[in-house]
Nanobody, 119 residues
């Protein structure tokens, strides 16, 4: 079965950096677009960054120039390097994939990792 396990969250001061990791299993990782989403208290979950199987990337405007998504297909890992962190980046960060089963697609999420940016 599909599993996504995030790690790397924590408490960091404004201006600091964190690197989130997501270990994926149960599907052909290299074929699928991967995404990082986040959800802050009282807010809707939003897509932060995504990376296609061809390594094309996309970012929400608020993180452009500060965050970088990457993938290692040999290790079935996707990463989110977060620099110049701001208090408004505080959220639970989730790894996500949508896997095709014939003509149907199923979305999978990890358990999330908490990122807190505070002095």
């Amino acid at each position: 079965q599909v599993q996504l396990v995030e790690s790397g969250g924590g408490l960091v001061q404004p201006g600091g950096s964190l690197r989130l990791s997501c270990a994926a299993s149960g599907f052909t990782f290299s074929r699928y677009e991967m995404g990082w989403h986040r959800q802050a208290p009282g807010k809707q979950r939003e897509l932060v960054a995504s990376i296609t199987s061809n390594r094309d990337t996309n970012y929400v405007d608020s993180v452009k120039g500060r965050f970088a998504i990457s993938r290692d297909n040999a290790k079935n890992m996707v990463y989110l390097q977060m620099n110049s962190l701001k208090p408004e980046d505080t959220a639970v960060y989730y790894c996500n994939v949508e896997v095709a089963y014939g003509s149907n697609w199923s979305a999978y999420w990890g358990q999330g990792t908490q990122v807190t940016v505070s002095s």
